[in-house]
């Protein structure tokens, strides 16, 4: 049985994807909002799914124009 690893991201790309912060990126992850991953020593990833999950849950629909 074939296991599929989860693509992972460099703590820096989710900052500048999110345009946040690194310590903010560290927040979301302790807060449960995205998924850390510890690859040993001073090493950490953030998960694609959890990034994902992330600004789908953050996205704020278009607002409409009523007619006056």
């Known amino acids: ?3 599929t690893l989860p ?3 460099r703590i ?3 900052a500048a994807a ?6 903010t990126v ?3 992850a302790q807060e ?8 040993g020593g001073n090493s950490s990833r953030i998960t694609d ?6 600004v789908a849950a953050n996205t704020v629909p278009p607002r409409t124009r009523t007619a006056k």
């Open 18 to 23: 999110l345009g946040v912060s690194r310590n």
């Open 49 to 54: 799914d959890s990034v994902q999950a992330f």
């Open 26 to 28: 560290y927040r979301f």
């Open 7 to 9: 693509k992972l991201h």
């Open 12 to 14: 820096n790309d989710v």
């Open 32 to 39: 449960g909002k995205l998924v850390r991953i510890q690859l």
């Open 1 to 3: 049985m074939a296991s």
